[in-house]
Nanobody
Framework: QVELVESGGGSVQAGGSLRLSCAASRNTINTACMGWFRQAPGTEREGVAAISPGGGKTFYADSVKGRFTISRDKVKTTLYLQMNSLNAEDTAMYYC????????????????????YGQGTQVTVSS
């Protein structure tokens, strides 16, 4: 059982910032590819950002590059997503996810599926 617990969502005006957190086990934070996904009503879930177990590789969707930053704190066993310059198109339910890969290239959500997800945290950006 892989437990992922998101927090930090909320409502913010366009141009504002939020930081999402995802609490995970020590084993997960140390060994898994971890990522953030989002899904707005009527749309498919999309990968927003991901990070390799050692933190040496990060991946971002084109729509968030330069605005969002993914990071992990192995002491706090927490994954973060810092979101800046938010706009209405960022409104969605955000999910933390984990997957185990033998090759860090496949931490990229565009290259391989993630199988474990948290319950999600809602982000609403008003224009």
């Amino acid at each position: 059982q892989v437990e992922l617990v998101e927090s930090g969502g909320g409502s913010v005006q366009a141009g504002g910032s939020l930081r999402l957190s995802c609490a995970a086990s020590r084993n997960t934070i140390n060994t898994a590819c971890m990522g953030w996904f989002r899904q707005a009503p009527g749309t498919e879930r999309e990968g927003v950002a991901a990070i390799s177990p050692g933190g040496g590789k990060t991946f971002y969707a084109d729509s968030v590059k330069g605005r969002f930053t993914i990071s992990r704190d192995k002491v706090k066993t927490t994954l973060y997503l810092q979101m800046n310059s938010l706009n209405a198109e960022d409104t969605a339910m955000y999910y933390c996810a984990a997957a185990w890969r033998s090759d860090d290239r496949y931490c990229d959500p565009n290259r391989a599926d993630y199988y474990f997800y948290g319950q999600g945290t809602q982000v609403t950006v008003s224009s």
